[in-house]
């Protein structure tokens, strides 16, 4: 518990950072004329795709259940799924937080721990594969329009799909080969016996522990390869989920611009933006995202005040998992929050 206070609080300092820097950059009579001119039906339909965010995600576990656990688990329980992995992967560095949780979570539905892993582990895939590949797409439909707007784009275009590529790797290594899963939970048990001085009887036990879980991991994995059609419906899912992020600030740029940009170099943009930032070591990337987002879509706001603006789709596209995520951890899952400081 106390690391979760520890971690809300980081993010609510640089957040209070940030909104002080809007305030001296863009000064108070700028973000008043601001919240007047405003289209909040617009603002509105914005925040929405958020909700289509959180549903397409909440899909992709389910038909990654589905197709592991060869039953079908009632829809809210993967929406709860989803949010308490929002939450926790927004108040920790690199998202770390949000993987964990889940599979705690998904346990206390009496879900085998091995199984409730490679369900997250292949809901983490599809993630950084289907990025890839609305990054690759949108970048040669719009590369030369992203090439003229955003400065060193191809260069950011490398950096975020060779990041990208290297986390895929290591998944695909860690489903497929048994030998370097185990060594992996062997080098990090190793590193939690370090801080906890504990010797290598320690680490042997612990991995007795939880070798039949890795067993078991493994196997899921196989089932699902064997029943692809579902593995295809999460892939499917997992495309919406992401353009339903990448299409936020489409219709924010409308609110506060009066005009549609072009939605191919926008989601292009926020796409490319999105991979980069979660390289930021930060809780939610926070002070990387805002920057970047300067950057990236300074070209598209010609009247207004674009870091408010880049405050607003934060608030939209971030602080609203911890908000909603956080509301579902407190009603389905508060007595256990001290469970994920270990």
């Not at 002080?20 to 039906?41: C, E, S, V």
């Not at 770390?96 to 705690?104: F, L, R, V």
């Not at 975020?160 to 986390?167: D, I, K, Q, R, V």
């Not at 934060?314 to 956080?326: A, D, E």
Request: proline share 3%; aromatic share 16%; hydrophobic share 55%.
């Amino acid at each position: 518990m106390k690391k979760i206070w520890i971690n809300s609080l980081i993010v609510v300092a640089m957040g209070a950072v940030i909104v002080i820097l809007i305030f001296f950059t863009d000064g108070i009579d700028q973000l008043i004329k601001l919240i007047k001119n405003i289209n909040y039906a617009w603002l509105f339909v914005a925040f929405s795709f958020m909700f289509l965010y959180w549903g397409a995600g909440a899909f992709t576990i389910g038909f990654l259940k589905k197709g592991v656990l060869e039953k079908c688990h009632k829809p809210r329980h993967n929406f709860k799924t989803l949010m308490i992995g929002q939450f926790f992967a927004a108040i920790t560095p690199f998202s770390t937080g949000g993987q964990p949780a889940q599979i705690y979570f998904m346990s206390k539905q009496k879900i085998d721990t091995g199984k409730a892993t490679s369900i997250i582990i292949m809901k983490s895939v599809l993630y950084a594969t289907s990025m890839l590949v609305i990054a690759f797409v949108f970048f040669f439909i719009k590369k030369k329009v992203l090439v003229a707007q955003i400065p060193n784009f191809v260069l950011l275009f490398v950096i975020g799909t060779l990041a990208n590529s290297l986390l895929i790797v290591m998944y695909f290594l860690f489903l497929l080969n048994h030998d370097i899963s185990e060594k992996v939970i062997i080098l990090f048990l190793k590193v939690i016996s370090y801080f906890k001085n504990k010797d290598k009887i320690y680490v042997q036990r612990q991995f007795d522990k939880i070798r039949g879980s890795l067993i078991s991991f493994q196997d899921g994995f196989r089932i699902i390869t064997k029943r692809k059609g579902y593995l295809i419906l999460a892939y499917l899912s997992q495309l919406l989920q992401h353009l339903a992020i990448y299409s936020v600030p489409i219709f924010l740029i409308r609110a506060v611009e009066g005009s549609f940009p072009n939605p191919f170099s926008v989601i292009a943009a926020t796409g490319l933006l999105m991979m980069i930032t979660a390289l930021v070591p930060t809780p939610g990337t926070t002070g990387g995202a805002e920057g970047l987002g300067v950057y990236f879509f300074a070209s598209f706001y010609v009247t207004a005040p674009i870091l408010s603006v880049i405050l607003i789709w934060r608030m939209i596209t971030y602080y609203s998992s911890i908000l909603f995520g956080g509301i579902f951890c407190l009603i389905n899952h508060g007595k256990a929050f001290g469970d994920f400081d270990s």
